[in-house]
Protein backbone atom coordinates (compact mmCIF):
# COMPACT_ATOMS: atom_id res chain seq x y z
CA UNK A 1 0.00 0.00 0.00
CA UNK A 2 1.09 3.51 -0.89
CA UNK A 3 1.69 6.34 1.13
CA UNK A 4 -1.53 8.48 -0.36
CA UNK A 5 -3.94 5.68 0.53
CA UNK A 6 -2.44 4.35 4.12
CA UNK A 7 -5.52 5.27 6.70
CA UNK A 8 -4.09 7.81 9.39
CA UNK A 9 -3.24 6.20 12.51
CA UNK A 10 -4.96 7.23 15.74
CA UNK A 11 -3.27 6.70 19.14
CA UNK A 12 -6.30 6.20 21.71
CA UNK A 13 -5.28 6.61 24.99
CA UNK A 14 -7.08 5.10 28.38
CA UNK A 15 -7.95 1.99 26.48
CA UNK A 16 -9.61 0.56 30.19
CA UNK A 17 -12.52 2.81 30.19
CA UNK A 18 -15.81 2.00 28.76
CA UNK A 19 -15.57 5.58 27.37
CA UNK A 20 -12.65 4.73 25.03
CA UNK A 21 -14.69 1.61 23.43
CA UNK A 22 -16.86 4.29 21.97
CA UNK A 23 -14.18 6.01 20.68
CA UNK A 24 -12.10 3.42 19.49
CA UNK A 25 -15.14 2.39 17.37
CA UNK A 26 -16.23 5.07 15.74
CA UNK A 27 -12.54 6.44 14.84
CA UNK A 28 -12.11 2.67 13.19
CA UNK A 29 -15.66 3.21 11.07
CA UNK A 30 -14.16 6.72 10.27
CA UNK A 31 -11.41 4.56 8.40
CA UNK A 32 -8.69 5.28 10.78
CA UNK A 33 -5.89 2.85 12.01
CA UNK A 34 -6.48 2.64 15.90
CA UNK A 35 -3.77 1.61 18.23
CA UNK A 36 -5.61 1.47 21.51
CA UNK A 37 -3.38 2.29 24.52
CA UNK A 38 -3.88 1.82 27.94
CA UNK A 39 -2.33 1.44 31.68
CA UNK A 40 -3.02 -2.22 31.73
CA UNK A 41 -3.06 -5.51 29.92
CA UNK A 42 -6.88 -6.28 30.61
CA UNK A 43 -7.97 -3.37 29.02
CA UNK A 44 -11.52 -3.34 27.81
CA UNK A 45 -10.63 -1.66 24.84
CA UNK A 46 -8.29 -3.79 23.74
CA UNK A 47 -11.41 -6.55 23.16
CA UNK A 48 -12.48 -3.99 19.94
CA UNK A 49 -12.43 -5.39 16.50
CA UNK A 50 -10.94 -2.11 15.65
CA UNK A 51 -7.81 -1.90 17.62
CA UNK A 52 -5.21 -2.51 15.14
CA UNK A 53 -2.46 -2.69 18.06
CA UNK A 54 -2.70 -3.07 21.58
CA UNK A 55 -0.04 -0.82 23.97
CA UNK A 56 0.48 -1.09 27.19
CA UNK A 57 1.96 2.27 28.90
CA UNK A 58 3.15 3.56 32.44
CA UNK A 59 0.07 4.50 34.30
CA UNK A 60 -0.07 8.34 34.87
CA UNK A 61 -1.91 7.85 38.54
CA UNK A 62 1.36 6.20 39.63
CA UNK A 63 4.37 8.94 37.32
CA UNK A 64 3.12 11.62 35.37
CA UNK A 65 6.76 12.03 34.46
CA UNK A 66 7.37 8.42 33.29
CA UNK A 67 4.17 8.33 31.34
CA UNK A 68 5.16 11.98 29.58
CA UNK A 69 8.19 9.99 28.60
CA UNK A 70 6.60 7.16 26.76
CA UNK A 71 4.59 9.49 25.12
CA UNK A 72 7.54 11.77 23.82
CA UNK A 73 8.50 8.24 21.77
CA UNK A 74 5.02 6.66 21.09
CA UNK A 75 3.51 8.34 18.39
CA UNK A 76 6.57 8.08 16.02
CA UNK A 77 7.02 4.11 16.87
CA UNK A 78 3.42 3.56 16.57
CA UNK A 79 3.26 5.59 13.09
CA UNK A 80 0.05 7.70 14.79
CA UNK A 81 -0.84 11.22 13.31
CA UNK A 82 -3.47 11.90 16.33
CA UNK A 83 -3.36 11.35 20.25
CA UNK A 84 -6.75 11.01 21.65
CA UNK A 85 -6.85 11.19 25.36
CA UNK A 86 -10.30 9.78 26.60
CA UNK A 87 -9.98 10.86 30.15
CA UNK A 88 -8.44 13.72 32.49
CA UNK A 89 -5.74 11.01 33.45
CA UNK A 90 -4.14 11.53 30.41
CA UNK A 91 -4.99 14.42 29.02
CA UNK A 92 -3.60 16.40 32.45
CA UNK A 93 -0.25 15.51 31.49
CA UNK A 94 -0.48 15.97 27.48
CA UNK A 95 -1.26 19.02 27.86
CA UNK A 96 1.25 19.83 29.58
CA UNK A 97 3.68 18.48 26.93
CA UNK A 98 1.83 19.69 24.22
CA UNK A 99 4.47 22.59 23.04
CA UNK A 100 6.63 19.56 22.51
CA UNK A 101 4.16 17.26 20.61
CA UNK A 102 2.47 19.38 18.15
CA UNK A 103 2.55 20.09 15.75
CA UNK A 104 4.40 16.34 14.52
CA UNK A 105 0.99 14.72 16.04
CA UNK A 106 -2.05 16.38 17.18
CA UNK A 107 -3.28 16.02 20.26
CA UNK A 108 -7.17 16.00 20.14
CA UNK A 109 -8.25 17.98 22.43
CA UNK A 110 -9.53 22.03 23.10
CA UNK A 111 -6.51 24.55 23.44
CA UNK A 112 -5.28 24.34 26.63
CA UNK A 113 -6.50 27.83 28.20
CA UNK A 114 -10.59 26.39 27.46
CA UNK A 115 -9.35 23.22 29.72
CA UNK A 116 -8.28 24.75 32.68
CA UNK A 117 -11.60 26.48 32.57
CA UNK A 118 -13.41 23.47 32.15
CA UNK A 119 -10.95 22.03 34.76
CA UNK A 120 -11.85 24.84 37.43
CA UNK A 121 -15.22 24.13 39.01
CA UNK A 122 -14.98 27.47 40.47
CA UNK A 123 -13.95 29.23 36.93
CA UNK A 124 -16.83 27.12 35.16
CA UNK A 125 -19.27 28.08 37.95
CA UNK A 126 -18.49 31.72 37.53
CA UNK A 127 -18.41 31.78 33.70
CA UNK A 128 -22.31 30.15 34.19
CA UNK A 129 -23.36 33.04 36.27
CA UNK A 130 -22.12 35.41 34.53
CA UNK A 131 -23.89 34.26 31.30
CA UNK A 132 -27.23 33.54 33.46
CA UNK A 133 -27.21 30.32 34.11
CA UNK A 134 -28.66 29.31 36.93
CA UNK A 135 -25.93 27.83 39.92
CA UNK A 136 -26.78 26.97 43.22
CA UNK A 137 -25.10 29.51 45.80
CA UNK A 138 -21.38 28.88 45.58
CA UNK A 139 -17.68 29.92 47.85
CA UNK A 140 -14.70 29.34 47.31
CA UNK A 141 -12.33 28.36 49.98
CA UNK A 142 -8.62 28.01 50.11
CA UNK A 143 -7.96 26.26 53.56
CA UNK A 144 -10.33 25.02 56.61
CA UNK A 145 -10.36 28.16 58.15
CA UNK A 146 -12.30 30.06 55.11
CA UNK A 147 -14.88 27.05 54.44
CA UNK A 148 -15.97 26.82 58.58
CA UNK A 149 -16.61 30.24 57.74
CA UNK A 150 -17.88 30.70 54.42
CA UNK A 151 -19.99 27.30 56.16
CA UNK A 152 -21.65 29.95 58.26
CA UNK A 153 -24.05 30.85 55.82
CA UNK A 154 -25.57 28.02 54.08
CA UNK A 155 -27.90 25.36 55.79
CA UNK A 156 -27.52 21.84 56.17
CA UNK A 157 -26.95 19.83 54.00
CA UNK A 158 -24.11 21.22 52.27
CA UNK A 159 -21.70 20.15 49.59
CA UNK A 160 -17.97 20.06 49.46
CA UNK A 161 -16.38 19.90 46.32
CA UNK A 162 -12.59 20.28 45.12
CA UNK A 163 -12.34 22.60 42.67
CA UNK A 164 -10.66 19.76 40.79
CA UNK A 165 -11.15 16.33 40.26
CA UNK A 166 -7.88 14.68 40.07
CA UNK A 167 -5.20 16.13 42.08
CA UNK A 168 -1.77 15.62 40.79
CA UNK A 169 0.40 14.98 43.71
CA UNK A 170 4.02 16.22 44.58
CA UNK A 171 5.47 12.63 43.81
CA UNK A 172 4.05 13.19 40.43
CA UNK A 173 1.22 10.90 40.46
CA UNK A 174 -2.39 11.55 40.81
CA UNK A 175 -5.53 10.97 43.14
CA UNK A 176 -9.05 11.35 42.21
CA UNK A 177 -10.84 13.86 44.62
CA UNK A 178 -14.63 12.73 46.23
CA UNK A 179 -17.30 15.05 47.07
CA UNK A 180 -19.14 15.03 50.06
CA UNK A 181 -22.58 16.23 50.89
CA UNK A 182 -22.20 16.86 54.65
CA UNK A 183 -25.43 17.04 56.49
CA UNK A 184 -24.47 18.24 60.04
CA UNK A 185 -20.93 20.33 61.29
CA UNK A 186 -19.64 17.13 61.98
CA UNK A 187 -19.62 15.54 58.57
CA UNK A 188 -18.54 18.96 57.83
CA UNK A 189 -16.05 18.70 59.65
CA UNK A 190 -14.99 14.98 58.53
CA UNK A 191 -15.10 16.94 54.57
CA UNK A 192 -12.40 19.57 55.20
CA UNK A 193 -9.80 17.43 57.27
CA UNK A 194 -9.99 15.39 54.08
CA UNK A 195 -10.39 17.94 51.73
CA UNK A 196 -7.48 19.00 48.89
CA UNK A 197 -7.78 22.59 48.83
CA UNK A 198 -8.70 24.61 47.47
CA UNK A 199 -12.44 23.56 47.83
CA UNK A 200 -16.45 24.66 46.68
CA UNK A 201 -19.10 24.98 49.08
CA UNK A 202 -22.48 24.46 47.55
CA UNK A 203 -26.05 24.84 48.31
CA UNK A 204 -27.49 21.40 48.36
CA UNK A 205 -30.14 21.18 45.53
CA UNK A 206 -32.29 17.91 45.06
CA UNK A 207 -32.13 16.08 41.77
Excluded at 74 to 101: C, I, K, N, S, W
Excluded at 139 to 158: K, N
Aim: hydrophobic share 45%; charged share 25%; glycine share 4%.
Amino acid sequence: MDAESTPPTALVLDADRPAAVTVIRSIGRAGFRCVAAAPSAQAIGFESRHARERVVYPDPTRSRARFQAWMREAPARHGAQVVVPVTDLTLVPLADMRAELEPAVLVAAARNDALDLAWSKSATTQLATAVGVPCPRTAVAGSATEARAAAAGFDYPVVVKPDRSVRWQDDDGAAHMAVSICRDRAELEVALVRAAYPVLLQEYVAG
